[in-house]
């Protein structure tokens, strides 16, 4: 089975701190993401990667930015984390290129800024 | 702008009747559209995948169906448990490699 790993499932970090949220995946899936999820909001994409080295701006980038030095690992970096960053962040890999391909998710990281 | 609304916040329904879940979409022409679920604390996961040339698809007591020209996909879950209570999400999707965007999702709770 597929497996994709974030490294953490609960994080607490203050306003302020530069926060690493990290993710793994074992299939050797070319496509990466990271969406964040809050009620009523849904599932938003933040950043994605269809190579290693390659990334690409999502729906709300804004405070974030990412690293893919390796294709199995895809890094979110919150670079001073605020108090609205608060929410359920998640990673997912799929295969590509081609149509439809099904995406692959982690448990998610909760991560709280105080 | 693209636009994906999955009618219901919340569906509450009696353990054995049929649940149906609608997504519509605007805005654009999806190639497919996937259907996940996901339980509190945890990522989605794929349940089914339907084409823009499939009516119907079907996997164990599931259904989906997808109507272009309503631009609708309508998800049923047959002789519904207990167990089937999570959150359901679709994602349509245009063809080419973008990435998937979703709906916000429907809370079904099954009730014994």
């Known amino acids: 089975d597929v497996k994709v790993t974030q490294s953490s499932r609960y994080l607490v970090k203050r306003t302020g701190e530069k926060v690493f949220l990290e993710c793994v995946q074992d299939m050797d899936h070319e496509n990466m993401f990271w969406y964040r999820q809050d009620p009523g909001l849904g599932l938003r994409l933040i950043y994605f990667s269809y190579d290693v080295k390659m990334k690409e701006k999502g729906d709300i980038p804004e405070g974030y930015s990412v690293s893919r030095e390796k294709k199995e690992r895809f890094s979110l970096i919150l670079e001073s984390a605020s108090t609205n960053q608060t929410s359920m962040y998640l990673c997912?890999?799929?295969?590509?290129?081609?149509?439809?391909?099904?995406?692959?998710f982690g448990s998610g990281t909760q991560l709280s800024v105080l | 702008s693209q636009k994906i609304e999955q009618n219901s916040e919340a569906l509450n329904i009696q353990e054995g009747k049929t649940a149906t879940l609608t997504c519509n979409y605007t805005n654009y022409s999806p190639a497919y559209l996937q259907w996940y679920r996901q339980d509190p604390g945890r990522g989605p996961v794929f349940l089914l995948l339907?084409?823009?040339?499939?009516k119907e698809k079907r996997k164990e007591r599931l259904k989906v169906t997808f109507d272009t020209t309503l631009k609708q996909s309508l998800f049923h879950i047959t002789a519904s448990q207990p167990a089937d209570s999570a959150t359901y999400l679709c994602a349509p999707r245009t063809s080419g490699n973008t990435p998937l965007v979703f709906g916000k999702g429907t809370r079904l709770s099954v009730i014994a």
């Open positions: 339907i084409r823009e040339n499939e």
């Open positions: 997912a890999s799929s295969f590509s290129p081609g149509q439809g391909e099904k995406l692959f």
